[in-house]
């Protein structure tokens, strides 16, 4: 069974730093990008940053500067490094791993089931 988790979610204060894991596993045969999305309380889905196979990143303009998304070498996880964190950061945080997977080959994107990250003083 495939699988998408994160973790490394916290109560941190602001300006502080918490760093986040996405760690897919299970039948994979390739994994392409990976993407960190947040939900805010009472607001819609978010995208954060994204990480292509081939290292490309992007991020949202309210993240540009304080949050940087990498892989590991053998590309089945995912972290995000979010500095500088502000209230308004507050959310859970969810992976999205697009992956061909085993037995059918079919790609598709698996989601996690989310971290929290609360920053207040």
Not at 7 to 14: I, K, M, R, T
Not at 37 to 48: K, L, T
Not at 67 to 86: E, G
């Amino acid at each position: 069974q495939v699988q998408v988790g994160e973790s490394g979610g916290g109560l941190v204060q602001p300006g502080g730093s918490l760093r986040l894991s996405c760690v897919a596993s299970g039948r994979i045969l390739n994994i392409y990008d990976m993407t960190w999305h947040r939900q805010a309380p009472g607001r819609q889905r978010e995208f954060v940053a994204r990480m292509t196979r081939d290292g490309e990143t992007n991020y949202a303009d309210s993240v540009k500067g304080r949050f940087t998304i990498s892989r590991d070498n053998a590309k089945t996880t995912a972290y995000l490094q979010m500095n500088s964190l502000k209230p308004e950061d507050t959310a859970d945080y969810y992976c999205t791993a697009n992956m061909r997977t085993l037995p059918t080959g079919t790609r598709e994107d698996y989601w996690g089931q989310g971290t929290r990250v609360t920053v207040s003083s």
